[in-house]
């Protein structure tokens, strides 16, 4: 399986900027899609941005504000978040799905903290 540690969050205010990281261990050659997701209190866990074959993917709300990036080297992605908002304000979760063989697995980290303050 695919292990993944978040770091990062933190309380901001509104404009500034806060860079996540995920640093993934374990079977992390199976990994074929990783990046991130945010829930929000009594909200559902929403798409913020993805790498999948090198192929990125952003959710509409942070387009043009966050940058996901990924250093294989080091087994980590990271979210570099600008021009935050308030509405920003969540739960980020790292996200990896792997395959083995004919399984898939959807390993989620524990979150971290994002607040960006008015």
């Known amino acids: 399986q695919v292990q993944l540690v978040e770091s990062g969050g933190d309380l901001v205010q509104a404009g500034g900027s806060l860079r996540l990281s995920c640093a993934a261990s374990g079977r992390t050659s199976r990994i074929d899609v990783i990046g991130w997701y945010r829930q929000a209190p009594v909200t559902q866990r929403e798409l913020v941005a993805t790498?999948?074959?090198?192929?990125?993917n952003y959710g509409d709300p942070v387009k043009g504000r966050f940058t996901i990036s990924r250093d294989n080297a080091k087994n980590t992605v990271y979210l570099q978040m600008n021009s935050l908002k308030p509405e920003d304000t969540a739960v980020y979760y790292c996200?990896?799905?792997?395959?083995?063989?004919?399984?898939?697995?959807?390993?989620w980290g524990q979150g971290t903290q994002v607040t960006v303050s008015p």
């Open positions: 790498i999948e074959n090198g192929v990125i």
């Open positions: 996200y990896a799905r792997s395959r083995e063989e004919v399984s898939m697995y959807i390993n």
